[in-house]
């Protein structure tokens, strides 16, 4: 069972700022990570699948990178609507888990 | 439009059992696993499992293994979750979610939820 270990759990930003959001998974999960945004009373939203591609319609401030078992989730600018909670996930060998979950707060 | 729409919220007693819908819609249904994802009050989002609709193949994360069942019934493209014996640690909102580039991909599609409640 592939662990994933998300951090921080929690984010203070601002508008404006840079935001990155890491992700470990305990084995290798050959780039089938995607991250989610969530708001509350919604379902997930797909940001970013494959590591490192963006889904239709997101914005390109969001992006994701990999370095081994390590993924990274950064948003460049960080807008009003970006305040919310996000996960990633694996999906790897018809398996997969999410991570804990970053909220990010209004600073 | 591919869409997944979930059945209505449920209010339970411990010990009763409960099975919850999720019916695909806008494709052809036995293309794409399914899958399902628990998320407690206030809590994460907790990957449950899968079924592949075609051939009723289907996986479950350890967690939830015995716990629940998974299933499909492809004449009225719909996918199950299914309790025997409910207990009030279910309480929770329950989503199926698929991806539609493979498979079995990322979820880029989801229902709406289905919000279980189990109280004496």
């Known amino acids: 069972d592939i662990q994933m270990t998300q951090s921080p759990s929690t984010l203070s930003a601002s508008v404006g700022d840079r935001v990155t959001i890491t992700c470990r998974a305990s084995q290798s999960v050959n780039s089938w990570l995607a991250w989610y945004q969530q708001k509350p009373g919604k379902a997930p939203k797909l940001l970013i699948y494959k590591a490192s591609t963006l889904e239709s319609g997101v914005p390109s401030r969001f992006s994701g990178s990999e370095s081994g078992t390590e993924f990274t989730l950064t948003i460049s600018s960080l807008q009003p609507d970006d305040f919310a909670t996000y996960y990633c996930q694996h999906y790897n060998n018809y398996l997969g888990t999410f991570g804990q979950g970053t909220k990010v707060e209004i600073k | 439009e591919v869409q997944l729409v979930q059945s209505g919220a449920e209010v339970k007693k411990p010990g009763e059992s409960l099975k919850i819908s999720c019916k695909g819609s806008g494709y052809r249904f036995t293309t794409y696993w399914i899958g399902w994802v628990r998320q407690m009050p206030g809590k994460g989002l907790e990957w449950m499992g899968i079924?592949?609709?075609?051939?009723?193949?289907?996986r479950y994360s350890p967690s939830f293994q015995g716990q629940v069942t998974i299933s499909v019934d492809k004449s009225i493209t719909t996918a199950y979750l299914q309790w025997s014996s409910l207990k009030a640690s279910d309480t929770a909102m329950y989503y199926c979610?698929?991806?539609?580039?493979?498979?079995?991909?990322?979820?880029?599609?989801w229902g709406q939820g289905t919000k279980v409640t189990v109280s004496s």
């Open positions: 079924i592949n609709p075609g051939n009723f193949d289907t």
């Open positions: 979610a698929m991806g539609t580039r493979r498979p079995y991909d990322a979820f880029d599609m």
